[in-house]
């Protein structure tokens, strides 16, 4: 503030006491996210001897955003070491520039005494910080993890077998200030009120006869749902008696699931719907449902159904759940059966079951297909016994431009 007095000159002023300030705040919060990867590796003894520089790693997992592998060299990483100590590193396997994070790679024991071999990055961050990884194929660990010849005679390798634990802390920082107002919205329960409207059957304008049972429902319900519930009940070529319609080739208890799913958009607790306590009977009326869901174009139905037959395949249903993926083009859950059938320790099993007979009578061409699956995994098996041969997997120089090699 200021005057310009006679002479045209600026004074400046102190402020009055109606003068009025603000104060503003931040907060800057650097923190962790965190995850951790369990890599098995058996058959340790097979792979001493690969040569130097030469790997074997892990499934790809991610943390923060970002893709990580670890990389166990048998015959360590250095040639000055000359394959006296075993290397370990997790690495950056996603495009990424300065990714900030710490780690930790730990050698678990085997004998249940918890006496693991840790390097930890975590307990050491005010020495010097996270750890900046450039670029995809950046590293971090150690080249002398572990003197080889004390690890072949501790409690970390069992069975031949060594279990690797590891822990990724992706550096996260963002700024934000106070907030002045926060009102807590509840989340929203538009299917609850749907669920309501069918258990009272208030506005009921159509009905359902299923296996000599009646469902009152609601068209408009029906329709915005499903797109054959629409054309059946609004459309051109609907139904003459559009009030009462009954439906052929399905059980009431799938029905009554199916319309729970339409009006509450979730599926029901099975054991406390129809008191199915054993995967046998859940995985049966999966394989009802998922049949019923394709019936009435309902996609995410059948893709809810898919996924619990995936969590749930099993010796005794996967011949059945196999000819229901192909019937109904899942393709995904068909190369899960197909997978899961072609193992070694699984393919006698599931032929001696009664889906099997089904599954070549009404499925003959997916027995190809399983045959091919066989003997991709026979092959697999073939060349995973000869891998420290492969050129392919020397590791000497990790630039980020490599990828993962695949056997098949």
């Known amino acids: 503030m200021g005057t310009i007095d006679p002479r045209g000159e600026f004074v400046a002023t102190k ?12 907060t800057s919060r650097s923190e962790t996210v965190n995850g951790t990867h369990e890599f098995k590796i058996k058959g340790y003894s097979l792979a001493k001897g690969m040569g130097i520089g030469k790997y074997i790693t892990s499934e790809t997992f991610t943390v923060g955003g970002f893709a990580w592998t670890i990389y166990f060299y048998p015959d360590g990483k250095s040639a000055e070491d000359n394959a006296g100590y075993v290397s370990l590193f997790v690495a950056l396997a996603s495009e990424g520039t300065d990714v900030r994070a710490l780690f930790e790679l ?3 024991d085997q004998s249940g005494k918890d006496n693991h071999k840790v390097h930890s990055h975590f307990n050491r961050m005010l020495d010097g910080g996270p750890y900046a990884l450039k670029y995809r194929g950046s590293m971090w660990g150690y080249k002398r993890f572990f ?3 004390l690890l072949e005679t501790s409690d970390y390798l069992k069975d031949d077998c060594l279990i690797i634990h590891c822990c990724v802390g992706v550096v996260r920082s963002h700024t934000g200030g106070p907030k002045i107002y926060s009102i807590a919205v509840p ?9 309501k409207l069918l258990e009272s059957g208030k506005g009921a304008d159509v009905t359902f006869e299923v296996d000599g049972e009646i469902f009152a429902t609601h068209k408009l319900v029906l329709a915005a749902r499903s797109p054959v519930f629409r054309a059946q009940l609004l459309g051109p070529m609907k139904d003459q008696n559009s009030q009462s319609i009954k439906v052929e080739d399905m059980m009431a208890p799938v029905f009554k699931v199916l319309l729970h799913f339409i009006y509450w958009d979730a599926l029901p607790d099975m054991q406390e719907f129809f008191g199915l306590n054993s995967k046998w009977a859940s995985t049966l009326m999966a394989q009802h449902l998922l049949a019923a869901a394709d019936r009435y174009a309902l996609e995410r139905l059948r893709l809810l159904c898919e996924a619990k037959l995936c969590e749930n395949v099993a010796i005794n249903t996967v011949a059945t759940t196999l000819a229901l993926a192909e019937q109904h083009h899942c393709f995904q859950l068909k190369g899960a059966c197909l997978r899961f059938s072609a193992l ?6 599931v032929m001696q079951t009664e889906g099997f007979e089904y599954l070549k009578e009404s499925c003959p061409r997916v027995l190809s297909e399983l045959l091919q699956y066989v003997a991709r995994i026979g092959k697999h098996s073939a060349k995973s016994r000869a891998y420290y041969n492969e050129p392919y997997l020397d590791g000497c120089d990790v630039n980020g431009r490599r990828v993962k090699p695949r056997l098949y």
Request: proline content about 9%.
């Open 15 to 26: 402020p009055t006491s109606a003068s009025s300030s603000t104060c503003t705040a931040s």
């Open 106 to 108: 730990s050698l678990l």
């Open 147 to 149: 003197k080889r010849t």
């Open 187 to 195: 989340p929203s329960d538009i299917g609850q009120h749907f669920g």
């Open 344 to 349: 070694p320790e699984n393919l006698k099993a």
